[in-house]
């Protein structure tokens, strides 16, 4: 077994230290607080090709894959930025429109989007749904002229305003009426800027610099251009676009928690209060030996999981672990270094708590851990449904 990550890839998870160079977390930080998109560190990503990591390099991407986009998100993460952005564009929506996509729709969005001068959000929740996707209740209703009136609503949907397109997940058949729960899902390619698209923002507690929204649909026009993959067999589309999602969130996690433990090693080695540093008390050392333990397990199982995604082998265990332990590593992290800065910890000047929100998301969204539990329990160990 070879653990070793080849050149390329090494430069490409040392890429957020030297972006980290002019766009540090204190700029990610007043973007949060002012929620104003972070775009001259996007478009300097895009410069840098890293946008259109997975895309193909015939449509204006790098060719490479999940691998890739994970040592680059986690890199970034590892100087302290999350950007939530590329989860849902630069991976979950390019690479699904580079994999499903008809070559017109790849030629049209994948080039530009590499570039950076259009971005897409992805629209899968539902207020009345919830986690329970089978449940919605947006519907695109086939018109005479061969295209589609969609009606809805979607809710917490990162970033849609300032998106040019949202990739949404619908019905094209409502639950009632299919033969199998699964059936009846399309993914449409939405222009947000559409007649009959409406959207508010919900205020969320967490320093991002990007705004949730909820959208609301009435009846759009689509045309057969705005279709994605085939009609009807969009479920498994959407579940393509799981694992990668999974993959990258658990890297969000896992940089997160490095950055906050190198933050509290540097701040323990120097703090003394009685007699020497305070990073010598075990109290202090064992939660963050601890906490690093798990950071890299998890990191380990995230890399195992994109490197079975890129040989085109099932990896829904590796991914659900991954994400599973990476939020609750990231956690521990945040948790174990906010308690070596003592008071200093919950200044603004130090930012420790300010990573607390966003680790903590990610026991949430994309994806509860009690469905990730679920998964491992039905899908890995064999063990009944439970909901
Ligand atoms: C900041 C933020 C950004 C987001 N961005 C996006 C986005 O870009 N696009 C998008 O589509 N969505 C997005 N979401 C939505 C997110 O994916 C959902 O909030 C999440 O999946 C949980 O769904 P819910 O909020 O409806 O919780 P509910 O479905 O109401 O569940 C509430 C709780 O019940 C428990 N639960 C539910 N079902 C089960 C079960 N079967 N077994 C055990 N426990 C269960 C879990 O603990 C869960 O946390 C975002 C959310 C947030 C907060």
């Known amino acids: 077994m070879d653990f070793t990550i080849n050149e390329e890839q090494q430069m490409i998870h040392e890429y957020g230290k030297s972006l980290s160079k002019t766009y540090d977390r204190a700029y990610w930080m007043e973007n949060a607080a002012i929620h104003r998109f972070p775009e001259e560190m996007y478009q300097q990503v895009a410069t840098d090709g890293f946008l259109g990591t997975m895309v193909p390099e015939a449509?204006?991407?790098?060719?490479?894959?999940?691998?890739?986009?994970?040592?680059?998100q986690e890199g970034i993460a590892?100087?302290?930025?999350?950007?939530?952005?590329?989860?849902?564009?630069?991976?979950?929506?390019?690479?699904v429109l580079a994999e499903h996509g008809t070559d017109k729709q790849r030629n049209h969005y994948l080039p530009a989007a590499c570039k950076g001068d259009i971005r897409f959000c992805f629209a899968i929740t539902e207020a009345d749904a919830g986690t329970n996707t089978i449940n919605i209740g947006t519907l695109a209703k086939p018109t005479a002229q061969g295209g589609f009136k969609l009606s809805g609503n979607k809710t917490y949907i990162t970033d849609a305003a300032?998106?040019?397109?949202?990739?949404?997940?619908?019905?094209?058949t409502p639950l009632s009426e299919t033969k199998r729960?699964?059936?009846?899902?399309?993914?449409?390619?939405?222009?947000?800027?559409?007649?009959?698209?409406?959207?508010?923002?919900?205020?969320?507690?967490?320093?991002?610099p990007e705004l949730q929204y909820q959208i609301f649909f009435?009846?759009?026009?689509?045309?057969?251009?705005?279709?994605?993959?085939?009609?009807g067999k969009g479920f498994n589309i959407l579940f393509d676009s799981l694992n990668p999602e999974r993959i990258l969130g658990g890297a969000i996690c896992t940089g997160i928690g490095r950055f906050a433990m190198d933050k509290a090693v540097a701040y323990a080695n120097d703090r003394v209060v009685f007699n020497g540093p305070i990073g010598a008390y075990q109290a202090l050392q064992h939660p963050l030996?601890?906490?690093?333990?798990?950071?890299?397990?998890?990191?380990l199982m995230a890399r195992k999981a994109a490197w079975l995604f890129d040989q085109g082998k099932p990896c829904g265990a590796e991914a659900n672990m991954a994400k599973l332990a990476a939020s609750e590593a990231g956690i521990k992290a945040v948790d174990a270094s906010l308690q070596c800065f003592g008071g200093n910890g919950f200044t603004k000047e130090y930012g420790i708590f300010d990573l607390y929100p966003l680790v903590r998301l990610t026991k949430t969204a994309p994806i509860n851990n009690e469905m990730i539990h679920n998964y491992i329990a039905e899908h890995v160990m064999g063990l009944p449904r439970s909901y």
């Open 59 to 72: 449509f204006g991407g790098a060719g490479l894959g999940m691998l890739e986009m994970l040592l680059f």
């Open 78 to 95: 590892n100087e302290g930025i999350p950007l939530l952005s590329l989860v849902v564009g630069a991976c979950m929506t390019m690479s």
């Open 162 to 172: 300032e998106s040019d397109y949202a990739l949404v997940v619908a019905r094209t």
């Open 181 to 208: 729960k699964t059936d009846g899902f399309t993914l449409f390619i939405v222009p947000t800027k559409a007649k009959g698209v409406e959207m508010q923002s919900i205020p969320v507690s967490i320093a991002l």
């Open 218 to 231: 009435d009846e759009v026009e689509l045309g057969p251009e705005n279709i994605l993959g085939e009609i």
């Open 289 to 299: 030996a601890k906490a690093k333990t798990e950071v890299e397990m998890a990191s």
